[in-house]
């Protein structure tokens, strides 16, 4: 099993998710956590899709490092 990096961002409405190395791999939310399910739900249905399509799953090329400024 893989972990990819996702990023929340909060807007006006709530919150929006991606994961860079899964390009179209989006889901949005009212609150962080419906947001963060819906996530999950959508990695694995792309990820579903992407075996379906015989496309090699990427490795996860991108990481989290917070600086404190």
Request: net charge negative; charged share 25%.
């Amino acid at each position: 099993m893989n972990k990819f990096l996702v990023v929340f961002e909060k807007s006006g409405t709530g919150y929006g998710a991606y994961a860079p190395d899964l390009p179209g791999c989006v889901a949005t939310g009212r609150t962080l956590e419906e947001t963060r399910a819906r996530m999950t739900k959508a990695m694995e249905m792309h990820l579903s899709a992407m075996r379906a399509d015989g496309d090699e799953i990427p490795q996860p090329s991108h990481f989290e490092l917070l600086e404190a400024v």
